[in-house]
Structures are given as structure tokens and as C-alpha cells.
């Protein structure tokens, strides 16, 4: 009866739903509480539920579940708060994916690092894409197999049972007290983990972790499909649709945009690909040179994902280390590359290079042609041996149109990756699927690389190179259109605040190709001590972007986004996308980004504003 009650009440929350819940890649940080992600959004559901409310009114005022998809949004915390409640539990106990292997490395790594035994028991088959010789040899991973025809078969294992089994239903689960985690998997929409007993609460946050990190959660259409075939008790119908046709497409726009020829590879987000790149880079390595350290050379301030994702690499893994690499402000790239790479070099180790060109979020660009002659110039090991050459994995999501690694380009000779994030210009802020190409160098690596997109079952969904197909053709014109906005407001700026310190390509960069349409801005301040300084400056940056935000309210939007095809989007990078960078490295100013499509003249107005106030 209750089930009943429940299930009605969702079908009626679906067709009321706000459109946004299908359409937002990321969503406002002015209603939004990290430390309470899915609680706040899940505890004002359950009144609505209580009330028996899905009014629409009443479903667009829920507060921000989190302030990006590829966490979590509200269908799948609904589509786990209802499967919680099916299977009575706690709705933080049931996780979603849109990876069907992902959920099974999530709790290995877990127990790795806890030095904890696995067992991982299935029915029919694993998922097609877990490679257990890889993830025992590359990720270091540790487990046994066991195939049972039932799983009441399952007795009780000295560590943690998962239990994985194939569904075309979303359904109840019969629990057993001898499965620790059962993972269900839906082919094309993803999986659904669950968390069994009180003793492996301690696993949640982890296995969060791992969805914020390395992969997305089961994403909103698909969230969607599972949702409407829950309640009407019938069978998942996977999406057959157009995908080879626009995955072909897809797959020749970015080799036209980056002028490279290698196949280019796509995952469900930015993170997704830059994990396979690790993952890919650290498989290469142990294959070619079993006994050399592996480091991994990384800004210390920039975006938090890539920081901490490549943190999170190395402390499961022995030999791979992360060291930092002094990036903005005082600090030259190149100088800090010549540093690192002759130190790497002296040890014999083997150096990845992950950097963003321009930088995130001092919107900085090296002196290229030293960049080059810097990753090109052959080193020695302290016993004279020729030292192995670097890797540079540039993050190219500012400028994805400035051409780096085809054919006579500045990086085309020295074994070079680009990626770019998906959720920007790519797909202009509607899905989140990310890319990534080589130059011909890299033709190993990229097969390596794709070997674990694969393997973690994070290459982009159907309707994302759906969505793909129709943006990337436009994208080079939008980004040229939205520097165009972004030029002539850091000018109206400059006139109107000229103490303020704004971070923004010259014109000369802009020349060469370099055209972003996001800058920093660095707001003046004033007190007797530093402290008080940079009090007065973070409250100044509250200001400004509250102002912006109430005053425009259909343009202006607090959220970390930035080529979107509309609007304008403010951030403080200290407080959303430096999160897990050290408190010394991260940045508390402000961080503008302007699309093609505005109301520049009304963004001056309010800024005007804003500047007669302070």
C-alpha cells in the first residue's frame, strides 16, 4: 500500500518536473550547500511527499541537490530515494552511476587502502568491460571471483561480498545479510549500487568520492528511463537511436577542430577522460618501464577535480607520485617545467605534465615556442643514461580552438594529449561529456587510454554524442562571439574600476588564437592589516556577484560554468572548483564568464552600480 502510494506520487512528480531538471549541467550555487548535497534536496522532497505536492511551483523551489550533474541532480537522488525506500533504507545508502564497473572499483579501492579483503559473487556474467588482469595489475586491485546460480548460495566471507547482478527492471532487492553491496546493473543507463548493513556505512562518502572523481552518476535522461519504468512496472527499453551515425560525426568535428588525425576518444565528463588518461599513462609506463618511478607534475592551484584526482592515483599506487608545479601569478610555467622535468630526469622517473593553457584562474599563456623547446630538450639521468621524454597532457577547456598538436603546430613533435570538458564549449553547458586527442606521437598512449575508458565504463552516453553532434560544429564561432562580449566588458571595467586587477589575455594572445571568454577579477580592497584586506576583498566579491545575480536573474548566475550558450556565470574558485586544492594555493577572487548571447549593456549598468557603492 505505501509502495503504492509512493510510486503514484512519483508519477506525478515526473509529469510536473521542472524542464531544467532534464536540461541543467549546472546549477546555482546561491541555493546550494555542499556539506548537505542530496540531504537539503531529499529532506524538502519528503515534506512534499508527506503533503502529497508536485505542483510544479512547488518542485522549482527545492534547493540545489548539486551544483553539478556529474555529481548528482534531482532525478537521481529521486531514482535513489525511491529505490532506498523500496528496499528500506537510508536513501545516502543507495548510489547511482552511469558506469556499470565504476561502483565495483569504488569499493576496491576503498579496500585496498584499508588493506581489506573482496569477494566479488555473480550470477550470469561480470559486466563486459571488467578486465580482471588489468584491474589487478594496473590498479593494483585485489579480489577473488566466485559465479553462484543463487544468491542465497552466498555464506559469510571474512571481508566484503559484492554482489552484482544484471536487471532489466528496476525493482526491490531481497537482502541478504551475508552481501555487503549488491550493484545493479541496467546495460546503457548505468548501475545502481546499494549499501547493505550498518557496518559498511563508512563506505558512503568513499564511494561518492570515487563518482565525484572519476566518473558521473547515472545521468538525468537515463535517470529518467528508470524512474518512469519503475512506476509503471515495466521493462527498460535502452535508448536506439542515431548513436553510430553521431558518434562519426562527433568523432570528425574534434579532429576538424584540433586539426589532429588519431581517432579522438570520448567519456562521460572532463574527469572521466583525464582518468583514463592516468590510468592509460600509468598502464604504458608499468608495460615499458616496469621499474621506474612514475610522477605526475601538476599545478597546486588548479581546478580541484584534477588535483585531487591525481592524489587519489597516486595513493594507490606504489610507485606514482604527484609533485607540484608552480604555474601562475610570480611563478613562470616554463621555468617551473625546466625545474621539475631536470629533477625527473636525474631520477630516472618517468614525468606526466598535466596543465591548463590558458591557466585556471589567472587566464595566463606561457611563452609557447620556450614551452616546446623545454618539453623537446633531450636530458640525462646522475649515471649519464639518455632520461625518458615528458608527456604533456594540456587542458585545453578555455581555448579548445587554438590548434597545438596537428601537423607543424607548436606541439606536434613533442608527445602531447589535449582534453577539454564537455560541459563548456563543447556541448555549450548541456551535457558533460569530455574529449580527448593526441598528436601522431601518441598513438600508443591513445590506445591505452581507451583501453581504460572502456574498462571503466565512462565512454559518452548516446544522447551525449547526440548532443555533441549538434553543438561542436558551432562551437569555434560561440567562442569567438563570446570573447568578443568578454573583450568589452574587461574594457569597460578597466575604465570604470581601474584599481581593480583584472586577469585576461592581451590583445597580442588574442591574436595568436587565444580567445576566452572567462577572466578573474581581482577587486581592490583597503584596512590596516592583511587580514583585514582580505576580509573587506572576499566580502566585496560576495557583493558584486549577489548584486549581478538579483539584478539579472534570467542572465547572471552563480555557478562555476563558463561557455554556456547564454548568460553570464560568476564563481569564487577558492570556494567551488579549488575545493580540495590546500588553502595556501587556492584563489579568493572573482571569476567571470561570458557567453555569445547577453545583455552586455545591462551587465555594465549593474556593474556601474556596483562600482558607486563601494
Not at 509502495?3 to 531544467?20: F, G, H
Not at 571474512?158 to 531481497?174: A, L, N, P, Q, V
Request: hydrophobic fraction near 35%; charged fraction near 25%; aromatic fraction near 8%.
Amino acid at each position: 500500500m505505501q509502495a503504492s502510494k509512493m510510486l503514484n506520487y512519483i508519477k506525478d512528480v515526473l509529469e510536473n518536473m521542472p524542464i531544467d531538471w532534464l536540461n541543467l549541467t549546472t546549477h546555482r550555487l546561491d541555493i546550494y550547500d555542499e556539506k548537505l548535497a542530496k540531504i537539503q534536496f531529499l529532506e524538502q522532497f519528503e515534506n512534499l511527499y508527506n503533503d502529497n505536492n508536485s505542483q510544479s511551483s512547488a518542485l522549482n523551489e527545492l534547493p540545489t541537490a548539486y551544483d553539478y550533474i556529474r555529481l548528482g541532480h534531482p532525478l537521481s537522488s529521486i531514482l535513489e530515494w525511491v529505490i532506498a525506500k523500496l528496499n528500506h533504507l537510508e536513501s545516502e545508502d543507495v548510489i547511482s552511476f552511469s558506469s556499470n564497473t565504476t561502483p565495483i572499483l569504488a569499493i576496491l579501492r576503498k579496500n585496498l587502502l584499508e588493506n581489506k579483503n573482496t569477494q566479488i559473487v555473480y550470477t550470469n556474467a561480470l559486466p563486459n568491460s571488467f578486465d580482471v588482469d588489468i584491474i589487478k595489475n594496473v590498479y593494483g586491485y585485489k579480489f577473488d571471483l566466485k559465479n553462484v546460480e543463487k544468491k542465497s548460495a552466498i555464506s559469510v566471507f571474512d571481508g566484503s561480498t559484492i554482489f552484482i547482478s544484471s536487471k532489466d527492471k528496476t525493482s526491490s532487492t531481497e537482502l541478504n545479510p551475508n552481501i555487503d553491496f549488491y550493484i545493479n546493473t541496467y546495460a546503457q543507463l548505468g548501475s545502481v549500487l546499494l549499501v547493505n548493513g550498518e557496518q559498511n556505512k563508512s563506505y558512503i562518502s568513499e564511494i561518492q568520492h570515487v563518482r565525484r572523481r572519476e566518473t558521473i552518476s547515472m545521468t538525468p535522461i537515463n535517470s529518467l528511463l528508470a524512474l518512469k519504468a519503475l512506476v509503471e512496472d515495466s521493462s527498460l527499453e535502452n535508448e536506439n537511436n542515431n548513436v553510430e551515425n553521431d558518434k562519426a560525426s562527433v568523432l570528425n568535428s574534434i579532429k576538424e577542430i584540433t586539426g589532429t588525425s588519431l581517432k579522438p576518444l570520448v567519456g562521460s565528463s572532463g574527469l572521466s577522460i583525464q582518468y583514463a588518461i592516468m590510468m592509460g599513462l600509468v598502464h604504458d609506463a608499468l608495460e615499458n618501464h616496469p621499474e621506474k618511478a612514475i610522477k605526475f607534475v601538476v599545478p597546486p592551484n588548479c581546478y580541484g577535480g584534477t588535483n585531487d584526482q591525481a592524489r587519489r592515483v597516486a595513493a594507490c599506487i606504489d610507485n606514482v607520485e604527484v609533485v607540484d608545479l608552480p604555474v601562475d601569478g610570480d611563478n613562470d610555467m616554463v621555468q617551473s617545467i625546466e625545474i621539475v622535468l631536470e629533477k625527473i630526469a636525474s631520477d630516472d622517473a618517468i614525468p606526466y605534465i598535466i596543465a591548463e593553457i590558458p591557466t585556471n584562474p589567472r587566464v595566463e599563456v606561457p611563452d609557447l615556442i620556450n614551452l616546446k623547446n623545454a618539453l623537446s630538450k633531450k636530458r640525462n639521468t646522475r649515471n649519464g643514461k639518455t632520461a625518458i621524454d615528458p608527456v604533456f597532457i594540456l587542458d585545453q577547456t578555455f581555448c579548445p580552438n587554438v590548434l597545438f598538436l596537428g601537423e607543424g603546430e607548436i606541439l606536434s613533435t613533442v608527445r602531447t594529449l589535449s582534453y577539454a570538458s564537455g560541459s563548456k564549449f563543447p556541448s555549450g553547458g548541456q551535457c558533460t561529456a569530455g574529449y580527448v586527442v593526441g598528436n601522431d606521437k601518441t598513438e600508443a598512449l591513445i590506445e591505452k587510454i581507451e583501453k581504460h575508458l572502456t574498462l571503466c565504463d565512462n565512454e559518452a552516453t548516446s544522447l551525449q554524442y547526440e548532443i555533441l553532434a549538434k553543438q561542436l560544429p558551432s562551437m569555434n564561432q560561440r567562442i569567438e562571439d563570446a570573447y568578443k562580449n568578454t573583450r568589452e566588458f574587461v574594457n569597460y571595467i578597466n575604465e570604470t574600476l581601474p584599481d581593480a586587477k583584472i586577469n585576461f589575455v592581451s590583445e597580442e594572445l588574442a591574436q595568436q588564437g587565444f580567445t576566452p571568454s572567462v577572466f578573474s577579477l581581482d577587486l581592490p580592497t583597503k584596512g590596516n592589516t592583511d587580514q583585514e584586506r582580505e576580509s573587506y576583498k572576499r566580502a566585496l566579491n560576495h557583493k558584486l556577484i549577489n548584486l549581478m545575480i538579483t539584478e539579472i536573474p534570467n542572465e547572471s548566475k552563480y555557478c562555476v560554468s563558463y561557455g554556456q550558450l547564454k548568460g553570464c556565470y560568476w564563481t569564487i574558485p577558492a570556494t567551488s572548483t579549488q575545493g580540495t586544492t590546500k588553502e595556501g594555493d587556492k584563489d579568493y577572487i572573482a571569476r567571470v564568464a561570458l557567453s555569445p548571447n547577453l545583455d552586455l549593456d545591462l551587465h555594465k549598468k549593474v556593474f556601474l552600480k556596483f562600482v558607486e557603492h563601494i
